[in-house]
């Protein structure tokens, strides 16, 4: 009853203080291109909200908060196949909620946050319910998104190596099925990017937990003890490790496998700390808490990174930037009676998720935050401005 308690609670307090960003930021081009281009699973998702709930911006970010909400849940579920404590599931699923890149996922409308609901999901029918049912579950996944593929690809290694034929078989057919929809991406000539691509899975997992995570996957090749959450976990890293030295991966498509294997990572972790009498537990326990006080520092950083305003000289260059001005801008041109703009084409769609469409009666153009001139707009942050523009009505001109 207690870690039950003590899950609900974590829950709680991680949904309010995602809740609370909301109204913080604005719609980004890319969140505003998934709204108005081609249509996509999570756009369904996203318009059935705002048919709900009007086109504002809870509508727009609570269903990748459910959706994570519901990924943590089966976290704390399937993690009991590598964890029988259910104190140890809790701990998990703590670290799960802190880290960057499903903070991100949490309230960024993009893919990560609907291919992590669906691995866990995934994990969940294959451990609980009949293969039956986990075949389906697949067939339906090949039609949701793109970057499923993967999973598909991995479970082809899995099916290999467990000698499984129907899966086998199943799986080959789907990635056929998803490269045949939707194609493969490729750019150009090739350009090494592996040493980015490192990065960018440090910033998103925090630099211990993602070597640490690295081992553990390293680490149960070579002994042999590979599972079906393996293979989830280590064919898209190594996929996205090889394709980095030809191009630049969005890691959005990537990450999200290596995440689901929190679990291994925590099995091992316990299982390496339990083996040793308490005096030699002294390096695990720093080892825990200093990856804990950085994914709470990273939090922090995220939940507050508008104070970071202050500090920088290019407010342009804030790793957030392009999840503001535009809802402050929308609201100050309609405070002058300004109901529709000709812009450029980012800034244009997004300004008309808050209303203020596209019309060549007025034009927005941008300046430079260096310009000592007057701008008819600005937007500023903590006292800083961050965005100026000038505004001219084409009949007056």
Known sequence: MIPRFILFLILGIDALMLLSQISQLSISYDEANLLYGESSSLGFIIHSF???????????????ILLHLMSAFILYIISKEYLPHARNRIWVVLIFVLLPGVMSAAIVVNSAGLIIFGLLLFMLI????????????????????????????????????????????????????????????KYGMPTGHFLDTMAIYSAVLTPIIFIYLFYVLYRKFLVKDMDVLWFIASVPLLFSLILSFRQHIAIEHFAPYIIVSLPLGAKMFYSSYRVRLKVFRYNYRNIFTISLLLLVVNSLVVLFNKEIYIFIENPQKHFAYKMYVAKELANKLKEKNIECIESDE???NRLKFY???ACAKYILKEKSLESDKRADVTVSYKNRVVYMANVTNINNR
């Open 50 to 64: 705002i048919a709900l709930f009007g086109q504002n911006d809870f509508a727009l970010r609570f269903p990748m």
């Open 126 to 185: 294959y451990q609980k319910l009949s293969s039956k049912f986990s075949y389906l579950y697949l067939i339906v996944l090949s039609f949701v998104d793109p970057d499923f593929i993967y999973l598909f690809l991995a479970l082809v290694m899995y099916s290999i190596h467990i000698k499984e034929k129907k899966l086998f078989i199943l799986n080959v057919l789907l990635s056929a099925v998803s490269l045949y929809i939707y194609g493969f991406e």
């Open 346 to 348: 980012e800034m244009t």
């Open 355 to 357: 209303g203020v469409t």
